[in-house]
RNA sequence: AAUUUAUAAAU
């Protein structure tokens, strides 16, 4: 049963659920009984392949056959209702664990995912209760935790609240990871502070944790939302003679970073650098190119682009 | 140190 579970599940952490689910049925058929681990993950399979839907059609599927769930998988069928939007049932399923007779009760999975429930419904000024709910539980936050707080009042431009969070990390005990910075960062960013960004991510490297792509997009939209494409262009260049490569979302807010500098720049450079490294531009990356062109005015290469994009079987949206 | 769950970047 293990090697069944394994098998399935290496199949469905790379989002490949219908070779998840062919191995599952096959394991069935060998005799072999699926147990809750196996249940949990085919969950998981489904949610990594993106499935949302499917997978709470699964868990219903489970409850039909009185098989009873444990705190795992309550989890990833909370994370399944958050990435449909479903706010509400997540919380209702949230609040059910705590009843105290719940069989399954929140674990700080389950409390962190809560956290960033209210993060991406706009709720934000919830986070810290939870955070402090599950204190009360005796729950001890670990380094995800911390950063999924963190990255909540990021988002929201609430560079104070997250400068704070930061600090608690190692008032307790934890070292911030490349996570926990780049919230940070993302945090001074998104509150039009491009300077602090920059002394933030200086502030890993003094730390020995090497910026990642992701450490070095934020950097890069850090300037370029603030309308420094000058020093967006530079880190990007910091970036690929750190030898790390680029992908759609570094290019993409490098096209951004050209509609917000204020002038006319060339965003044909951006587009053909993408291209020169084989970078092929999502409808996100269209979008954003399409939207700079209109900013500084050049409405008919827009409209040629717009017309690209159907070329290129890319769906405009 | 390996069967399952939570966190950071783009329009």
């Given at each position: 049963r293990s090697t069944y579970n394994n098998l399935i599940n290496a199949c469905g952490s790379n989002g490949n659920w219908r070779e998840a689910l062919r191995i599952c049925k096959q394991m069935t058929e060998n005799g072999v009984g699926p147990d809750l681990v196996t249940h949990n993950i085919v969950l998981s399979a489904y949610k990594n392949g993106t499935q949302y839907s499917k997978a709470l059609s699964y868990f219903e599927l489970m409850k039909g056959k009185n098989v009873r769930p444990d705190t795992t998988t309550l989890n990833i069928v909370i994370y399944c209702l958050v990435k449909l939007g479903q706010y509400d049932k997540a919380i209702e399923l949230f609040n059910s664990m705590r009843?105290?007779?719940?069989e399954c009760q929140p674990d700080i999975v389950t409390f962190t995912s809560i956290i960033h429930l209210y993060s991406v419904s706009g709720q934000v000024e919830n986070c810290r209760a939870v955070f402090n709910t599950m204190l009360a539980e005796g729950l001890n936050p670990n380094i995800v935790t911390y950063n999924t707080l963190m990255a909540a009042y990021a988002s929201h431009g609430m560079n104070e609240e997250a400068l704070l969070v930061f600090n608690e990390i190692k008032k307790n005990g934890l070292l911030p990871d490349i996570v926990s910075y780049t919230s940070l960062l993302n945090a001074y960013g998104r509150s039009q502070h491009p300077g602090k960004a920059r002394e933030v991510f200086d502030m890993m490297r003094r730390n020995n944790l090497r910026p990642n792509l992701v450490s070095y997009s934020a950097l890069i939209d850090a300037y370029g939302s603030n309308g420094l494409l000058a020093e967006a262009v530079e880190v990007f260049h910091e970036m690929e003679q750190d030898g790390i490569e680029p992908n759609i979302v570094t290019m993409c807010t490098l096209l951004a970073a050209c509609g917000r500098c204020g002038r006319k720049v060339n965003i044909d450079v951006v587009l053909s650098a993408a291209e020169m490294r084989g970078i092929k531009l999502n409808t996100v990356a269209y979008n954003s190119a399409v939207g700079s062109y209109m900013n500084v005015g050049e409405y008919e290469k827009a409209i040629t682009l717009y017309k690209s994009m159907k070329k290129r079987r890319v769906k405009p949206d």
């Amino acid at each position: 049963r293990s090697t069944y579970n394994n098998l399935i599940n290496a199949c469905g952490s790379n989002g490949n659920w219908r070779e998840a689910l062919r191995i599952c049925k096959q394991m069935t058929e060998n005799g072999v009984g699926p147990d809750l681990v196996t249940h949990n993950i085919v969950l998981s399979a489904y949610k990594n392949g993106t499935q949302y839907s499917k997978a709470l059609s699964y868990f219903e599927l489970m409850k039909g056959k009185n098989v009873r769930p444990d705190t795992t998988t309550l989890n990833i069928v909370i994370y399944c209702l958050v990435k449909l939007g479903q706010y509400d049932k997540a919380i209702e399923l949230f609040n059910s664990m705590r009843e105290k007779r719940a069989e399954c009760q929140p674990d700080i999975v389950t409390f962190t995912s809560i956290i960033h429930l209210y993060s991406v419904s706009g709720q934000v000024e919830n986070c810290r209760a939870v955070f402090n709910t599950m204190l009360a539980e005796g729950l001890n936050p670990n380094i995800v935790t911390y950063n999924t707080l963190m990255a909540a009042y990021a988002s929201h431009g609430m560079n104070e609240e997250a400068l704070l969070v930061f600090n608690e990390i190692k008032k307790n005990g934890l070292l911030p990871d490349i996570v926990s910075y780049t919230s940070l960062l993302n945090a001074y960013g998104r509150s039009q502070h491009p300077g602090k960004a920059r002394e933030v991510f200086d502030m890993m490297r003094r730390n020995n944790l090497r910026p990642n792509l992701v450490s070095y997009s934020a950097l890069i939209d850090a300037y370029g939302s603030n309308g420094l494409l000058a020093e967006a262009v530079e880190v990007f260049h910091e970036m690929e003679q750190d030898g790390i490569e680029p992908n759609i979302v570094t290019m993409c807010t490098l096209l951004a970073a050209c509609g917000r500098c204020g002038r006319k720049v060339n965003i044909d450079v951006v587009l053909s650098a993408a291209e020169m490294r084989g970078i092929k531009l999502n409808t996100v990356a269209y979008n954003s190119a399409v939207g700079s062109y209109m900013n500084v005015g050049e409405y008919e290469k827009a409209i040629t682009l717009y017309k690209s994009m159907k070329k290129r079987r890319v769906k405009p949206d």
